[in-house]
């Protein structure tokens, strides 16, 4: 039969398919014949398709238009790995063999990849049917055999430094890793129903039940323990949960904000009180000490650890149309809408505009600009100041602990940063873009910015 797939862009191809194909093979398909990464397959109607769902289930006839969606290349990493995938559902890794690096072994199952989760030192791959891999180191949540069976139709996956937790679409949560860093979920395993939210600090997970209930768990000085007035406040109110290395931070429907964790990386509002109670927060990003909300105005209140950004006093007459804030280990930098970067922590930068995206690792950071070339500042080891002098023509810039990674538009990945953190990528050639490949791409990128939590 016959299928018409189209981008949003208007570009579009009629692909021939078999009728007791699955949906996640016209995907496949798709990608191949468009040169696009794709994350869903949308019905004229507005219905998402399942990817296990064969075509005739999924309502598909023949001539039927299908709408595309983009999905955008991404890089994971751990402490001294990097896990780069491609738009197309395929994944790449390098670095430290023992804490991710080397996914040999698990490669025939790292096809049509939906989303990777990285700890310190392992991975989790969620694949289209639901499925989860993982590789990396067993003590580390590198090995899931142990809950293998209980991981399917699994959606999100949230993780510690040494632990995962994953939801899966019953609502409930399966646990696996080091058992004081909240592999363990036994004490609250009864509440852990219904999830519909679920974050992760260095050492703890938060989940929030449909309900409105809160749960926590993991080590109690990571946020693993939520105050019974926290628990009571929060009830029936949480739209979002943020989190740094030892705290959390709720944001309510209504735009309020309440934490807990350690009042060292945020968990303390402190003098933000005030300034957050008359105000409506759209997001929140955290460095490991210290939190950063973008208010609806375009405004921005941080609070925390002054070393690690938690102080944005000297800038806060810059601090204007915010439309975008990424953060470092210990700074944070905001992109206004007219392209103007500001920055405040532990890091500098001066007159840099014409941006479109800012990318993040553990120590410095990474400006997009609108004629696709890009800047770098912060620590060289990190990917500061180390770009290369001749990358021009970038699609997107991705930002791991240790290394950036730039997509240029004839289809390559370059990478640098440090040499064994990400930093020294394998050739990669035709990778599948994120936007068109016809007219300028970085023009595309202008017409707003993609909010990133750090």
Not at 214 to 234: D, M, N, R
Not at 272 to 299: E, K, P, S, W
Request: hydrophobic fraction near 40%.
């Amino acid at each position: 039969m016959k299928l018409e797939v189209m981008l949003m862009s208007g570009q579009s191809m009629a692909l021939d398919v078999k009728e007791d194909a699955l949906v996640r093979d016209l995907k496949h398909q798709a990608q191949q014949e468009l040169r696009q990464g794709i994350s869903h397959l949308v019905r004229a109607d507005g219905e998402l398709l399942c990817s296990t769902s064969t075509l005739a289930e999924a309502g598909l006839e023949e001539h039927a238009p299908v709408m595309a969606t983009l999905s955008r290349a991404k890089l994971v990493s751990s402490r001294r790995s990097v896990a780069f995938a491609q738009g197309d559902g395929r994944v790449v890794t390098w670095g430290a063999f023992h804490s991710g690096g080397d996914s040999e072994y698990v490669q025939e199952e790292l096809q049509n990849v939906r989303e990777i989760v990285a700890s310190g030192d392992a991975f989790a791959a969620i694949l289209d049917d639901g499925r989860v891999t993982t590789w990396g180191k067993p003590e580390a949540g590198g090995d899931c055999s142990a809950v293998q069976s209980e991981l399917f139709e699994v959606e999100s996956i949230a993780a510690t430094s040494t632990a995962f937790a994953a939801r899966r679409a019953d609502g409930h949560v399966v646990c696996w890793g080091d058992a004081e860093e909240g592999g363990d979920s036994q004490r609250v395993q009864a509440q852990l129903y219904d999830i519909q939210l679920l974050s992760a600090s260095a050492k703890a997970f938060a989940a929030v039940r449909g309900d409105g209930q809160l749960i926590t768990w993991g080590h109690p000085s990571s946020g693993g323990w939520a105050p019974p007035t926290v628990v009571k406040t929060l009830h029936g109110q949480v739209k979002e949960i943020a989190a740094s290395e030892n705290a959390f931070v709720a944001i309510c429907p209504s735009g309020r904000v309440v934490a807990w964790g350690d009042p060292d990386s945020g968990g303390d509002l402190g003098g933000a009180a005030t300034q957050l109670a008359a105000a409506r927060v759209r997001a929140i990003t955290a460095t490991d000490h210290a939190f950063a909300a973008l208010l609806m105005d375009g405004g921005v209140v941080a609070w925390g650890h002054s070393y690690s950004g938690g102080d944005c006093k000297s800038v806060q007459k810059k601090l204007y149309n915010i439309s975008q804030i990424s953060a470092s280990m210990n700074s944070f930098v905001a992109l206004r809408k007219d392209g103007v970067v500001v920055a405040w922590g532990n890091t500098e930068v001066s007159d840099l505009r014409d941006v479109v995206e800012v990318s993040a690792s553990s120590g410095a950071f990474a400006a997009l600009k609108s004629d696709g070339s890009v800047v770098t500042w912060g620590t060289e080891l990190y990917g500061g100041n180390s770009c290369p002098a001749d990358l021009q023509q970038v699609l997107q810039v991705c930002g791991s602990a240790s290394a950036f990674a730039a997509l240029t538009l004839n289809g390559s990945l370059i990478a640098w940063g440090h040499p064994f953190g990400g930093g020294l990528a394998p050739s990669l050639h035709d990778v599948f873009a994120t936007c068109p490949r016809s007219g300028p791409p970085w023009a595309a990128l202008k017409e707003g910015p993609i909010i990133q939590r750090g």
